[in-house]
């Protein structure tokens, strides 16, 4: 009987190929097969065995290379054949990762895995834009949230902007440009001030980084106005994004 092999959910971190953790360099180093991602630094791939296989199941929001049940099956396909699998994901694996469904259908299946987390976006890419994403003077408090949300306006909708724009100091929400009308209109609807500070940091951590700020009220236009500023992106919410001009240092 052929041995079980072991799956890896690893976390390629936010983008700089050194924010890697040295775990997940290790998981990379002697995998047998890697399934990697489309926001997983391709250079990351340089530390792999060349004999192992390498599959890219990368997705773009209306284009999936390869469906998520797919995914699913194949991680623990290549594990039953004995073989030692790593999935890296960009940021860390259980943010807005997938990580979870895959460690589900894993368990399922009596299928060994292990969780190696990375540093996610949401921190990295304010940090690298002098922003912390908490201080004691100007935030104590900090929430991730999806891009992807709702526009409704049921009970359950707005519970969850007002606990956002009322009860959460600072709000990092992952790749939402497209949506970026919606979250200032919904935060401002709730409570949150207009002269809130706004931060829109794209491509966070890598040399092309690009950061624009703002404030509720004005954010909106100012991304329009710089064309540059795609997803992948985060849009950070706070007082703390006033600091920026204090302490930026990666794109000086």
Known sequence: MTQRGKVYLVGAGPGDPKLITVKGLECLRRADVVIYDRLANPTLLEHVREDAERIYCGKLPDNHTMRQEAINALLAEKALEGKTVVRLKGGDPCVFGRAGEEAEHLAQRGVPFEIVPGVTAGIAAPAYAGIPVTHREHGSSFAVVTGHLSGGKSGEDAEKWRALARGVDTV????????????????????????????????????????????????????????????????????????????KWFEE
Do not use: W
Request: proline letters at 8%.
């Open 172 to 247: 990092a929400f992952y790749m939402g440009i497209a949506n970026l009308p919606l979250i200032c209109a919904r935060l401002l609807e709730h409570g949150r001030r207009p002269d809130t500070p706004v931060a829109v940091i794209a491509r966070g951590t890598l040399p092309e980084q690009a950061t624009v700020t703002g404030t509720l009220a004005t954010i909106e236009e100012t991304v329009q106005r710089h064309p540059g500023i795609s997803n992948p992106a985060i849009i950070l919410v706070g007082d703390v994004v006033q600091l920026r001009e204090k302490i």
